[in-house]
Structure formats: structure tokens, C-alpha cells
């Protein structure tokens, strides 16, 4: 218990915001990162700035020569020599192709595989919707989301010139064949002297997704936002019979949305700092020797430090997301509180709670368990199958009898640690129905094991399908913009023919410069960053855990065989769950 109390020193807690999961305080002794990791983070990025930086030198001069060829090459200025006259749109992009720029043998980068592919494909946009960097967001359509019931004005009428007259809404919904992606949470997130003072625009936009006959999924309808001011007013529907470059863009703005939400919802609070409160109360009120330390330890390898690091770069004023985010600072910190809380301003939604993260209870909620092409479910619920065994291996045994459990005051004093709204402040760790197991003694192996697996998933395979495909599908910015740099306000009327040109809409050349930086700096897989699940080591002390442990890593093995396998016959390889690919830990 000495170790324990010397750790409560160690590990102290932050002032709790009850909006947000609790962290800890700086970055305690031996957490941090290593001189050769903090090397390979600083030479990724300079490599990657260096480059691109070559990049823009190499396109000023055929840029100052069509300046020239314009007569605009003239020195009229007087402090600045008229430099800021002729270098006016250096920053801009003429055409999506000139993105190519920035992959080309000098810059060090290579291009990235959605660039190779048909990224404005159908097929693609809705395959990167199942298996890119935020997976676990598609849901099945219900009567409810779509017109006359739900915000969603989609109607036959429509449709009829995409699908034709064979298929109805209603046929479609009554043969499962209709998804629906969901952005309300950005619904009123941003006001519209916020949004033009930022010169960026937050949409809370609507997808309708139906499964074709030849079982792939295809998006049929876009809507860019939630409802009208009048609920009598038109709300523009886009569908693949508008024009190409009009659709085009109207699933962009869908992208943007998924990587907004990715970074702050998905990735961030629900692997990063989720993460970051189990590990401290696991330092905090377990000792070294306890069983569940032991199994959890591993997984909290450098995250401490990793997130330390998001809050001095991401988070504050005049970081990454003020800086190139689509929210900037105020929106981005309302989308963290919508996430956890539910709640905010001008939004009511659903409360994030731990025992809904848990993945067969995700995959039935959002009732998805019949979707073809959903390679992160298949592959995902292997895992998740692999890791509950393990877990349920080694806590069986420790706690043969109900009376071990209740007995063991650390774990004990580690649960109410972490449901405690002025400590851990964790949400929904248990359902409702088993609710006096946190107000009384936690009794129940089966629902510690459901905790403990649900954890180890998070950290692991939740966090590796987020993180490490972040460089082959949002690096290439057409695809996956971090904001849309015009207002839709005339757009979205009903009748308006107007031209669109989607490039002047995505971020600018130096904005894209950042992305692509970070894309590829947060993209560092094991073994640069972290050891694998493959590759980590028995963290155990007692022969029978060792023994359930190298059981786990040939399960893992088996697996690491079956997707590889699995990966031959479909459409493309995901490689993101492979187990020599998962990392051990959130430590980039």
C-alpha cells in the first residue's frame, strides 16, 4: 500500500471539468518520451516540412513567370517592393492536380494510396466510410431519419433519376439496404460571424448510403445541413445526378465533417484522453504486484507524455486546431463537450459512456452487423474475441470467488476512482441495470473482464483504426480536407445553376503543407513509436499469467494468418488490425 500512496504523489489529477474526462497533471517522472523517439518525431517532421518547402520554392518560379507573361511582375511598392502585390495568390491552388506538387521525389513523401486510387469514386468515398480513419461512425438507416418523419428531406421523387422506378425509400429500408452518416453534432457549433471571421465553415451535413445489387455500398444522397431556418423552406438535396465537380464537392464537404469529427471526437477524446483516465487511476490506487496493473501497464506506454504534448499543440489558442482546424479554438473545445457530455451549447445529444464503446455492443447499436465490405467489423471483432479470452484467462486466476473480488480493497478504491466525478469522472462504466456494483462492492468477474477487455481494446485496436491510416487517406487534401474555406450560403438554394470550382474551397497551399505534416508525423506505426501487440513483452511476474500470455500472442499469430488471408480477396487490403500493426499503446 506504500507503493500505492508514494504513486498518489506521483500521479496527481488535474481540477476535474465535469464536461470532460479528467487528466493528469504535467507529465510525471518516467513517463516521458525517449531521446531516440523524440528524435524520430523531430526528424519525420522536419523531413516532411523540408520537402514540401522545396516544393513551394520549386513552383514559385513558374508562378512569377505567368505573373510576368500577366504584366503583373512590377515593383510598385515601397517598404515591401510591391512583393505582396505580385506574390497575391502564390498560396492558391489552380487545380486539384496541382496537389501532386507535394509527392514528388524531392519532397521525400510519397504519394498517398487514396491519391492512386479513384478517390472521387462512389465506391471509394463510401469504402474510406467503412474502413478509412473513422470507421466506427456509420449506422443503418431507420424510417425515422429520412423524410416525412426525420430531418433528412430525401424523397422518391428524388432519387427516381439515381436508382430508378423499380426502388422506393420504403423498399430500400425494408430490405436493409439504406446507412445514414450523421453530423448533427456540429449542428449551430459555430455562429456566422465566427465562421467569416475565421474563413471557415462548419457544416453539420446528412449522407444516405444504399447497398446495390452487386452488394457495395454507394453514397445516393448528401444534405449539407441539418434543417432551414423554416422548416417550410427547401433544403437542397445533392445526389450523383448533379453535375460531377457539384457532387464532387458535396461529398468533400462530407470528408471534411469525418475528419473533423475523426480528430476531435473519435481520436482524441475517445482513445487519447479516455485512455489517459484509466491509466492514472491504474497508477494511482494499484500497486506493481496487482493482477490488473500488470495486465493494463503496457498499454499506457508513453500516452501520459503523448497527451500532454496534443494539449500544448492541438488544443490552445493559436494551435493546430485554431490554426487549420475547420472549429478553430472555441468550436473545437464545444465539439470535445458534445462528445463527452451530450450537452452544449444550442445541442442535445447522447453522453459518451464506457460500457456503449465496448465493440459488439457498438456494432449492434448501430446495427451493422450484415454491411458488406465493413473490413474493420471483421477484423475488429476477431481482436476483441482474442483479447477478452486473455483478459478472462488471467483474472480467472485471481479472483476464483466472488469474496476475492470484494475483498480487494485496491480494486475497490480503483473503480470508485474512476467513476468519481471529482477524480476520474468516467461515465457509464457499467449499464444502468448493474449500477449498485459502483455505488456498492464491485462483485462480478464477468463484468471486470467486459472493463478490462473494453480498456485494452480502446487503447489498442480502437486507436490503431483511427490513427495509423491518417497519412494514406488525409494527406492526399482533396480527400479528406481539415475545413472548407468557403460559405454554401448561395448554394444550397434549390434552383442555383452556378458553376462550382471545388478547389477554391479547399485549405490553401501552406494550410495543406501543415496537414500533410501532421498526417504523416502521427502516422508513425510500431516499430518506430511503440512496440506491436506481436512484439510486446510477457508483462507478467507468475508463471500462469505468463502462460495465458504467450497463449494470446499465438491467438494473435493465428489472426495476424487469417486477415492476411482475408485480405487476398477483398477489394482492398486493410492493414490497419493486423495485429503486427496494432500498437500496444496510444503513444503517438
Known sequence: MRKTNLSESLYQWEPANPQLPSHVKGVPRGEGFSAVKIFIFLFNTLKGLIGLLIAQLIHLFPFLYKQNQKGKLVFTGTADFGLISILSGFNDWEKIDDFNDFFKPWTFLKKPSVAKKKWQSDTQFAYERLNGINPAFIKKCRQSDIYPVGKFRVTDEILKPVWGSDITLASALASDRLYVLDYKIFDNILNPQLEDQLGRYAFAPLCLLYVNDEKQLVPIAIQLQQ???????????????????????????????????????????????????????????????????????????????INNMARGVFLPRKGLFDIIGALGYTGSHELLIRGYSGKGSEYQGEPWLFYKQSLPYDLTERNVYDLPGYYYREDALLIWDAIKDYVSDVLKLQYKVVDDLINDKELQAWKNELIDPNYGNIQGLLSPDKFDQLTESFNSLDDLIEIVTNIIFTVTVRHSAVNFGQYEHAAWIPNLPFAIYQSFS???????????????????????????????????????????????????????????????????????????????????????????????????
Open 490 to 588: 448561395d448554394f444550397l438554394e434549390n434552383d442555383n445553376k452556378e458553376k462550382i470550382d471545388l478547389v477554391k474551397k479547399l485549405p490553401s497551399r501552406w494550410q495543406s503543407i501543415l496537414q500533410i505534416v501532421l498526417m504523416s508525423t502521427l502516422s508513425l506505426a510500431p516499430p518506430y513509436t511503440s512496440e506491436s501487440l506481436l512484439t510486446l513483452k510477457n508483462p507478467f511476474s507468475h508463471t500462469p499469467a505468463k502462460l495465458a500470455f504467450e497463449t494470446f500472442q499465438k491467438h494473435l499469430q493465428e489472426i495476424e494468418e487469417k486477415i492476411s488471408v482475408r485480405n487476398l480477396s477483398r477489394s482492398q487490403p486493410y492493414i490497419y488490425l493486423l495485429p503486427s500493426k496494432i500498437a500496444q499503446s496510444i503513444a503517438i
Open 227 to 305: 434543417k432551414t431556418v423554416d422548416d417550410n423552406a427547401f433544403n437542397r438535396i445533392f445526389t450523383p445526378g448533379d453535375d460531377s465537380e457539384v457532387w464532387l464537392t458535396a461529398k468533400t464537404v462530407i470528408g471534411s465533417a469525418d475528419i473533423s469529427y475523426q480528430g476531435i471526437v473519435s481520436h482524441l477524446l475517445h482513445t487519447h484522453l479516455i485512455a489517459e483516465t484509466f491509466a492514472i487511476a491504474t497508477f494511482r490506487k494499484l500497486s506493481p504486484e496487482h493482477i490488473i496493473y500488470q495486465i493494463l501497464k503496457p498499454h499506457f506506454f508513453n500516452t501520459l507524455a
